[in-house]
C-alpha cells in the first residue's frame, strides 16, 4: 500500500555529489526504520545508511562513513541521502526502504522503493 519513490541519481563525475529522494505516499508513515540500500550490477545488495526515525540515530557503512548523509524530513515523508565526494565504486542501484528492526539488515525493510541510478566516472 505504501509507495516510495526515489529520485535525484544520474551520472556524475568522481569527486561530485547528489542528492537522494525517497518519497513515501499512500498516507502517514509511521515505522521507525529508514534506510538505503544500493546494488551494482553483477553484486550482492549492501547495506549503505539507516535511520531509526524516533530516535534521529543514523548509522552508516564503513565504506561510506564520513561521505554520504541520511536525513528526513517528516513532513514530507521524504528521507535524503547526501552523497559527497564520490567514487567509482559508489555507482549502483540505490534503493531506499522502510520498515523496523536492526537497520543494516535488508529483512529489516517491509516496503522498497524501485531505485534510482547512480554512475561515478572515472
Known amino acids: 500500500q505504501v509507495q516510495l519513490v526515489e529520485s535525484g541519481g544520474g551520472l556524475v563525475q568522481t569527486g561530485g555529489s547528489l542528492r537522494l529522494s525517497c518519497a513515501a505516499s499512500?498516507?502517514?508513515?509511521?515505522?521507525?526504520?529508514v534506510g538505503w540500500f544500493r546494488q551494482a550490477a553483477g553484486k550482492e545488495r549492501e547495506f549503505v545508511a539507516g535511520m531509526r526515525r524516533r530516535s534521529n540515530l543514523s548509522s552508516y557503512a564503513d565504506s561510506v562513513k564520513g561521505r554520504f548523509t541520511i536525513s528526513r524530513d517528516d513532513a514530507e515523508n521524504t528521507v535524503y541521502l547526501q552523497m559527497n565526494s564520490l567514487k567509482p565504486e559508489d555507482t549502483a542501484l540505490y534503493s531506499c526502504?522502510?520498515?523496523?528492526?536492526?537497520?543494516?539488515?535488508?529483512?529489516?525493510?517491509?516496503?522498497w522503493g524501485q531505485g534510482t541510478q547512480v554512475t561515478v566516472s572515472s
Open positions: 526502504g522502510m520498515g523496523v528492526g536492526l537497520p543494516e539488515y535488508a529483512k529489516s525493510y517491509f516496503y
Open positions: 499512500g498516507g502517514p508513515v509511521s515505522l521507525n526504520l
